[in-house]
Nanobody, 117 residues
Framework: EVQLVESGGGLVHPGGSLRLSCAASGFTFPFGNYGMNWVRQAPGKGLEWVSTINGAGSWTSYSASAKGRFTISRDNAKNTVYLQMNNLKSEDTALYYC????????RGQGTQVTVSS
């Protein structure tokens, strides 16, 4: 059974930074065979795709709101995916999930990010 455990969220001021981590386990094949994603859910809204990385870590994609501020990366030796978030804005406040698909159908329990002054 695939398990995804996110961590690293917290309360940060606008303009601040956070680094989220996602520890993955239970995959049938080596972790590097799987693309991974970050999605988020703001209060009262649906799931929003944020970023995708391929299995090798050689290709990434970002939503318009994340591009230029967020960086997705991975360490396949540690079965971990990261999301470095810089210049955070109040509209980034959300529950952040890592997921095996861009729609977030299979995701972890999430880590809360709150951006507030």
């Amino acid at each position: 059974e695939v398990q995804l455990v996110e961590s690293g969220g917290g309360l940060v001021h606008p303009g601040g930074s956070l680094r989220l981590s996602c520890a993955a386990s239970g995959f049938t094949f080596p972790f590097g065979n799987y693309g991974m994603n970050w999605v988020r859910q703001a209060p009262g809204k649906g799931l929003e795709w944020v970023s995708t990385i391929n299995g090798a870590g050689s290709w990434t994609s970002y939503s318009a709101s994340a591009k230029g501020r967020f960086t997705i990366s991975r360490d396949n030796a540690k079965n971990t995916v990261y999301l470095q978030m810089n210049n955070l804005k109040s509209e980034d406040t959300a529950l952040y999930y890592c997921a095996t698909d861009p729609n977030g159908a299979r995701r972890g329990q999430g880590t809360q990010v709150t951006v507030s002054s």
